[in-house]
């Protein structure tokens, strides 16, 4: 069991690229951060194989192993990582108060990273194809389907650009919509309806991602008015249907979007004092590994600030990244 009268100086919820960047500031400016990290530690990056726009890695690097980098990175300045399902967090009182089921964590300061979960079309075998055909990054994985034919899903902004993007490196890009028009706003609609290499199928959803040992053959729509199914050969799938921020939480202590992603001001405060949050859980637009570490850098930087005007003692007080009361 957790001790209830330890005070942590920060926590760090999440382990993608946010939540590792912030520990390892974190840790090299003051004590050791606790980092709650849930039972797939690292973030969406775990789930592509090469990173190749990750600035440092002239080949590139698999997801799993720059997350891995990252983590021992953060752990040689003393941050400590457990494993846990966040369950419930107070954040109307100070300390602020995290539980994991019964295990309960009190902290000054709270760097929020849970990231957003890209959206599925639950037809069963998307995830355990990841890597094998299907993606929901075009930027990170666009660049393995030179030469070959791939579908986009989706009719926003998302699947307007990855299915622009992806005719850099495709032979073919058909865009699957559920309804007859585009969600996209104009000018992105636009470009993608007059690219030649974008072909569109419309009304339609997929009912099947077909595949064999190596990975996706092909798919299968059904258009939802006249209910015909057809089959079409691909080599790659790439999901663009939206994001979910990871914000359940937060709901009613933190101000967020209409989509739920959380709002913060002058880099990563949000409208609680000591919480910040970065990362794709406030960052819709961007979402890249390298824009996710940068805010996490930015919020550690704040989150020390806001430790410096608190009365605790952090060289004195401070082991192993508890803090107790000053004096
Ligand atoms: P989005 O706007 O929510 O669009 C999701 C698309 O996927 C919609 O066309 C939707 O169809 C479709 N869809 C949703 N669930 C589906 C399902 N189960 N099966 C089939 N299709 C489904 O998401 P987004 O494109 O990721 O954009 C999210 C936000 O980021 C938006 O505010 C967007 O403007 C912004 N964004 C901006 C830029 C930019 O400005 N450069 C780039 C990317 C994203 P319906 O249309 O029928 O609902």
């Not at 990273?113 to 037809?123: E, H, R, V």
């Not at 005719?167 to 865009?175: N, W």
């Not at 000018?187 to 009304?203: E, G, M, P, S």
Request: proline share 4%; glycine share 10%.
């Amino acid at each position: 069991m957790t001790n209830p009268d330890v005070i942590h100086e920060t926590i760090i919820l999440g382990s993608g690229p946010a939540g590792l960047t912030a520990a390892i500031y974190a840790g090299r400016s003051r004590c050791c951060p606790l980092l709650i990290h849930g039972i797939q530690p690292g973030g969406q990056l775990t789930t592509t194989t090469a990173v190749d726009n990750f600035p440092g890695f002239p080949e590139g690097i698999d997801g799993p192993d720059l997350m891995e980098n990252m983590r021992r990175q953060a752990e040689r300045f003393c941050a400590r990582f457990v494993e846990g399902e966040v369950t419930r967090v107070d954040l109307q009182e100070r300390p602020f108060r995290i539980w994991t089921g019964e295990e309960m964590y009190r902290c000054l300061s709270l760097i929020i990273t849970t990231g957003a979960s890209p959206k599925l079309l639950d037809l069963g075998n998307e995830e355990a194809l990841y890597g094998r055909g299907v993606s929901v990054c075009a930027t990170c994985d666009g660049f393995f389907y030179r030469g070959r034919e791939v579908v986009v899903v989706g009719g926003g902004d998302t699947a307007m650009e990855e299915a622009v993007f992806l005719t850099r490196f495709a032979s073919k890009v058909t865009v699957v919509h559920r309804r007859d028009s585009l969600r996209a706003t104009p000018v992105l609609a636009d470009r993608a309806l007059t690219h030649k290499a974008i072909n569109f199928i419309w009304d339609s959803v997929l009912t099947e991602i077909l595949e064999d040992s190596a990975g996706v053959t092909g798919i299968r729509t059904r258009n939802l008015k006249t209910g015909n199914e057809n089959e079409l050969a691909c080599d790659g799938v790439f999901i663009a249907i939206g994001h979910r921020p990871n914000t359940e939480l937060f709901l009613n202590q933190l101000e967020m979007d209409d989509d739920g992603y959380i709002l913060t001001r002058n880099g990563t405060e949000t409208n609680i004092s000591g919480v910040f949050a970065a990362g794709d859980v406030q960052d819709h637009q961007f979402r890249q590994a390298v824009t996710a570490a940068g805010t996490g850098c930015m919020a550690a930087i704040q989150a020390e600030r806001f430790l410096d005007n608190l009365p605790y003692d952090s060289t004195l007080s401070c082991k192993k990244g508890i803090c107790m009361p000053k004096g």
